[in-house]
């Protein structure tokens, strides 16, 4: 990388966030071992590392769903092109974006099928089959999987034409019991990104123009990236019966008449690893949440040759106190490389915590401490750092979620003239502002200045009760949703 990138590119690997947050990113991802870019165009390859991430991720995700009595069942890939058109919405939602497949080995399909860009219709289809009578009810079901989408501009994590996500998919009785459960999933979501991930998500519900296709409503969890674009990390969806009448999926009630079910859809993907990049990153590499990160300690052996295996076994025993005490440990014994690079190398990687152990700090018992979010090393006594190490992590959690947060707040300002509106989102803010509801409006405001609606905020959580009243921003009519709508340009 040349030094025209930056003073700083040649010293930590990656072009700065100042100098271009792009480069930064793509850097990051394929430097830090997350991800590779495959030989089928707009695809990725998730190497080892981001997986690992990834199935932390499932992991959480299943054992929560388990807990509220969600069953994992797995769908085919393939589904009928007829499904997709059977939901009007739904097809013209997704038409531009499916994948087609019109031959199987030398066969011309009479009817082609597409490569699932999203689950609806064939759990639809195949609930139709399942459901008889409300005894039946509810259905709640999920799966993890990939999914396939044509991306014109695409992305490592953030927008490639495959991707993996957990979805749920749900049906119910009444439209009480179905809105409940699009509810229950997205504070689930948004506790999962706080809780774990550090990300300081803003639940609320879609304006209609930005509704899933087909969808009655839906409602997101938006995240604020270090370059202050906004990035849909979460989504639920509340159906309604619309899925339900084109796929005939009903039962017979109480009343002993048929009723059609209230469904639900769920979703959150691969791309929440590019939100924990984009919210916690900074110009040395990847930060990582302790509560996610693969490994949560790692331990550099400083050895020479002729200790090397002295300094193998106690890095060993270390690593063993720490896993008793349920740490996240790696031994880093990498022949052929200096500690300096090791070190660099964890602090591309987003590491928390380095531990390095040198003969010297081996006489005197010490080990020496280097917190990823910090500049300065800690020489301690080696019982405290293992006893200490939990809480130790938790602090760099509390860090990075407060961090993100402040950063949120400082970067959203409230408006109310649309001057004011432009030269926030110019300035790379979000904007808290009234608006009309138009779905014309919406339009202009997102040609003129490249930000759509985000979601309108279901609670004060971070910005406070929500005011009510007010005249929309842009046309000055009387302001629909009976608070401010958040706006930001996305990725």
């Given at each position: 990388m ?22 930064w ?5 394929v ?74 080995g ?18 639809g289809?195949m609930?139709?089959?399942?459901l008889n ?6 259905f ?28 749920g998919?749900?049906?119910?009785e ?8 699009t ?5 689930m ?14 639940r ?26 906004a990035?849909?990390?979460?989504t ?15 039962f017979?009630?109480?009343d002993?008449?048929?009723h ?31 509560r ?7 331990i ?16 060993d ?33 987003g ?37 200490g ?6 602090a760099?959690?509390?860090?990075l ?43 202009q ?5 490249k ?8 609670d004060?959580?971070l910005?406070?009760?929500?005011e ?13 949703y009976g ?8 990725y």
């Amino acid at each position: 990388m040349s030094e025209s990138k930056g003073g700083k590119a040649a010293q930590f690997g990656v072009t700065p966030q100042s100098v271009d947050f792009n480069d930064w990113y793509n850097e990051v991802v394929v430097k830090a071992d997350l991800a590779d870019y495959s030989p089928v165009k707009g695809c990725m390859v998730v190497k080892p590392y981001g997986y690992a991430i990834w199935e932390r991720i499932n992991r959480w995700m299943e054992d929560k769903f388990r807990e509220t009595g969600h069953e994992g069942l797995l769908f085919p890939t393939l589904i009928p092109l007829n499904f997709m058109t059977k939901e009007a919405e739904h097809v013209e939602g997704f038409a531009p974006e499916l994948f087609t497949v019109t031959r199987i080995g030398t066969e011309v399909l009479e009817e082609p099928y597409v490569m699932r860009p999203t689950s609806e219709t064939i759990i639809g289809h195949m609930w139709a089959q399942w459901l008889n009578s409300y005894r039946d009810l509810p259905f709640l079901h999920y799966q993890s999987g990939a999914v396939f989408r044509a991306e014109l501009r695409t992305k490592l994590f953030l927008r490639t034409a495959e991707f993996y996500w957990q979805e749920g998919h749900t049906a119910h009785e009444t439209r009480e019991e179905a809105m409940a459960e699009t509810l229950q999933q997205l504070d689930m979501y948004h506790a999962f990104c706080r809780d774990e991930l550090a990300l300081p998500v803003i639940r609320g519900v879609k304006t209609a123009s930005e509704r899933f296709a087909g969808a009655v409503e839906t409602f997101s969890i938006e995240g604020m990236m270090r370059d202050g674009k906004a990035l849909q990390s979460g989504t639920s969806h509340y159906l309604g019966q619309n899925f339900s009448r084109a796929f005939e999926v009903k039962f017979q009630g109480r009343d002993q008449q048929e009723h059609y079910a209230h469904t639900t859809s769920w979703a959150i993907s691969s791309r929440i690893i590019g939100a924990i990049i984009m919210t916690h990153g900074d110009d040395k590499g990847l930060m990582l949440p302790p509560r996610i990160a693969p490994y949560q300690v790692v331990i550099v052996p400083v050895a020479r040759k002729e200790n090397a295996e002295q300094m193998y076994a106690e890095a060993d025993r270390l690593a063993a106190d720490l896993k008793a005490a349920g740490i996240r440990v790696k031994v880093d014994k990498r022949e052929g490389v200096s500690n300096g690079f090791k070190y660099n190398d964890w602090e591309l990687r987003g590491v928390p915590v380095r531990i390095e152990i040198g003969p010297r700090d081996l006489e005197q018992g010490v080990v020496v401490v280097k917190n990823r979010n910090a500049e300065e090393k800690e020489t301690l006594p080696r019982a405290e750092a293992v006893a200490g190490m939990q809480q130790r992590l938790d602090a760099i959690q509390a860090y990075l979620l407060q961090r993100a947060t402040d950063f949120l707040i400082e970067n959203t300002v409230t408006v109310d003239t649309y001057e004011e509106f432009k030269a926030a989102i110019e300035a790379g803010k979000w904007v808290r502002a009234f608006h009309c509801g138009d779905r014309e409006s919406e339009a202009q405001i997102a040609e003129e200045t490249k930000a759509k609606t985000r979601n309108i905020p279901l609670d004060g959580e971070l910005f406070g009760e929500p005011e009510e009243g007010g005249v929309c921003v842009h046309t000055g009519r009387p302001a629909a949703y009976g608070k401010r709508v958040l706006f930001g340009r996305q990725y």
